[in-house]
């Protein structure tokens, strides 16, 4: 669908009449980007595509509460990434290293950036979903989500130390990671 005949306001405006057409027409245009989402958290494309079946339930049933005008997106976003953590927490497949437990602070000094530039986007999400389920959580949040440590900590029910911990050793084993597999 054309970005200029694609009117989020008016669509939203109908989901919110339980129009399904309309249902019909967000879903089409948002499941790709939400199924991107998904596919962060989870390995498994079943997996992804019945969270973000369910998110869109989720969102459809609770569209009176959206007020954000043309940001449709992000809010959908939102209830990818919080259905997301909840089913891992639901099957206990996430647990944070404790911000106690130092890490060797080598691993997270700056590297040579230009032994990286040839590595693309693809391979480094490849890459990301090698981590583990609470590294790949924090990481996501952080990085492609653009959450603080604090709103991590908030929103994963662990500590702000926490939360900068499993980041530090999320980016360290993605280094152990492309290092191996591209040879740098």
């Known amino acids: 669908m054309k970005s200029e005949e694609f009117n ?23 499941y790709g980007k939400m199924m991107g989402v998904a ?3 989870f390995r498994d494309q ?30 959908l976003k939102r209830i990818v990434v919080n259905h997301s953590l909840d089913i891992l927490r639901k099957n206990k497949k996430i647990s944070f290293t404790n911000e106690d437990s ?3 602070k080598s691993h997270v000094e700056e590297d040579d950036v230009s032994k990286y530039e040839n590595i693309n986007m693809n391979q480094i999400l490849d890459a990301v979903q090698q981590l583990s389920t609470s590294y790949k959580a924090v990481f996501n949040l952080y990085v492609l989500d653009g959450l603080t440590h604090k709103e991590i900590a908030q929103v994963l ?21 492309l290092s191996d597999k591209f040879s740098l």
């Open 102 to 104: 130092l890490y060797d």
């Open 157 to 177: 029910n662990i500590s702000e130390g926490t939360s900068k911990s499993n980041y530090a050793k999320a980016k360290a084993k993605l280094k152990v990671i």
């Open 39 to 41: 596919l962060r958290y």
């Open 8 to 30: 989020i306001i008016g669509l939203i405006e109908g989901c919110k009449k339980n129009d399904r057409k309309s249902q019909h027409i967000i879903y089409n245009e948002f």
């Open 46 to 75: 079943d997996t992804a595509s019945d969270v973000v079946q369910e998110s869109f339930i989720k969102a459809f049933s609770k569209i009176n509460q959206f007020e954000g005008g043309v940001n449709f997106g992000g809010w």
